[in-house]
């Protein structure tokens, strides 16, 4: 197969780092989806992810998908966003009961499926995503055994057999920092946070883990700001 891929693009660590990677590789990224499926944060995402593409040249298309999961809730797009301390990241059992709480219905499949059209429309053979070791504990679909499950559909799906790469999906938010440093990924530009304010809360799941992951590094912990400090 060759390097031409598509890249699924929010603002977060995972997707950001992934498309240096990418670059980094020689893939021949050429087109950064960022989808608008309802999520507070949406606004914000899609800002930052514009500001990311255009750091790399990359063209960014925002996709709206909000009349397909009409009716579909989640602490996402809901104010119902459980906070977490960091010092409870680790702890399995709150974890899966937080996850459940901001799962969305089938949001990789559909949005990996929508990616997979526009690669094979553009003779891509890749769909680049941003999944880490992490998350996949408690949210399925960001796991090997989904990427997998996934491929086998998108190879009778797609003509070209289109497929899912994540270089990140073995590594944890602090090897995924670690990488973003040594690339120069420019993190002022990361917007991890569940809500769409005009800082991150620090206080919701996503913000904790990217604090965590980022407090070796007191140049990044000065410059992403969050709205607990």
């Known amino acids: 197969m060759g390097q031409a891929a598509v890249i699924l693009l929010s603002s977060g660590i995972d997707s950001f780092t992934s498309l240096a990677i990418a ?7 050429q087109l ?21 593409c255009k750091h790399y040249g990359v063209p960014h298309k925002v996709l709206d998908v909000q009349g397909i999961m009409n009716g579909v809730t989640s602490g996402l797009t809901t104010n119902d966003v459980p906070n977490i301390a960091q010092d409870q990241l680790d702890d399995m059992d709150l974890t899966t009961r937080t996850a459940k709480k901001v799962w969305v219905p089938n949001r990789n499949g559909l949005l990996i499926n929508i990616a997979a059209t526009y ?11 941003g999944f880490n070791r992490e998350e996949a504990v408690t949210f399925p679909d960001n796991s090997d055994d989904f990427v997998h499950a996934i491929n086998q559909s998108l190879y009778y799906s797609t ?7 994540s270089f990140t999906q073995s590594m944890t938010k602090q090897e995924i920092i670690d990488t973003a440093v040594n690339l120069q990924v420019p993190l002022e530009y990361v917007w ?3 809500h769409g304010n005009e800082l991150m809360c620090g206080t919701c799941e996503s913000c904790q883990r990217l604090k ?17 400090e």
């Open 23 to 29: 670059k980094e590789k020689g893939y021949e990224v």
């Open 32 to 52: 950064a989806l960022t989808v608008n499926y309802g999520q507070k944060a949406a606004l914000r995402e899609i800002m930052f992810a514009e500001l990311i």
């Open 119 to 129: 690669a094979e429309n553009l003779g891509c053979e890749w769909v680049i995503t």
């Open 159 to 165: 003509s070209n057999h289109v497929q899912v790469i």
């Open 192 to 194: 991890s946070c569940y």
């Open 212 to 228: 965590r992951a980022i407090s070796k590094y007191p140049m990044l912990v000065s410059s992403i700001k969050f709205t607990t």
